[in-house]
């Protein structure tokens, strides 16, 4: 009778450990968190506290037992493995699960992409408004050359370095981590095979940059870009001043100009290439990769001298001689006149 009594207890016994540990399986391993829609996007910036990580978490989160899951945090030692990042929620979880990732910063990457840009600055606001270091920080950091002339860069050039594309980047990426990534990406592009072409030529990447910026400045019909190339090459190689209206525009730093004045070319500026032989100091924006392209591919002719149609189809009349060259000009001033276009 004893022994059954004994039994019976230890059965009890088993049962309670049985439903305990049923408990605490469902509460660390159950789904316990939800977003509270669709998706939550949790922000945990670089020097985060335990108790600022715990406030995001718990006012972005439903959390259905937040005693539970600051118990589990701590006996999984998150307070001292704090990572910061984004991180985003978009579907139930268990406690282990998101303090698994937290603490493993597995976050999730943003997707910046940039083009049409002109400027450092314009490159910082855009990047600045998805990761962490703030437009100001990049600007800083690219502002000190010290930052990357061991790597050949000054800051007329700087700019270079970004090849419009999209990428992925950690929220958390620091103004040197964006540097080291983008010259990352900058050597991967400038493979052997664009590196050779552009030896073939007599220029080096950053002269290619320089030509493909103002190239796709002055062309809106991308099948014109190598032939527009090729003229400014001839140039080079003959010479002559590269006379190009982007590089004004730039130097006068106005970009509505339509029409460049004769007065215009008298800016006192290393970009003026109507006073300066060569190639003016850096790109006068960010250089597309089909521009850097049509100048690594750019046709083998003699025309010397390009004027824009006067139909304004977009499309150029290409000249060998000067006096043919002014003939073109001159009937595209005439339309330029006669649609009161001054400026």
Known sequence: MKNKKI????????????????????????INILPGRN?????IPTGSSYEQVMDTLESKLIIKNKNVFRWLANKKHYPQLIKPGRYVVDKGLSYNSL?????????????????NVRTLN????????????????????????????????????IISLFIPNTYA??????????????????????????????????????????????????VTKPAEKPRIAGVYLNRLKRGIPLQ???????????????????????????????KHYGFPPGPIGCATIEGIDAVLNAEQHDF???????????????????????HYAMLYQKELDKRKIFK
């Open 7 to 30: 039994l019976i207890i230890l059965s009890g016994s088993g049962l309670l450990i049985l439903i305990l540990l049923i408990v605490i399986y469902r509460n660390v391993f159950g």
């Open 39 to 43: 998706q939550q996007v949790l922000y």
């Open 99 to 115: 303090i698994n990732r937290l603490r493993s910063a597995r976050q999730s990457p943003v997707k910046i992409t940039f083009s």
């Open 122 to 157: 314009q490159i910082a606001g855009k990047i600045g408004k998805q990761i962490e270091a703030d437009s100001t920080q990049i600007i800083g950091f690219f502002s000190d050359e010290s930052n990357y002339d061991h790597d050949g860069f000054k800051k007329e050039n």
């Open 169 to 218: 980047f950690y929220w958390n990426t620091s103004a040197r981590e964006l540097y080291l990534r983008m010259l990352k990406e900058y050597s991967l592009f400038w493979n052997d095979q664009r590196l050779s072409k552009a030896k073939e030529k007599g220029l080096d990447p950053k002269e290619v940059t320089i030509l493909a910026s103002i190239i796709d400045d002055e």
């Open 244 to 274: 190009a209206c982007p590089t004004i525009k730039f130097a006068l730093n106005d970009f509505t100009i339509t029409r460049v004045l004769k007065k215009y070319l008298e800016v006192d500026s290393p970009y003026n290439t109507y």
């Open 304 to 326: 010397i001298f390009f004027a824009a149609k006067a139909d304004f189809s977009g499309y150029h009349n290409f000249s060998r001689t000067l006096s043919e060259h002014n």
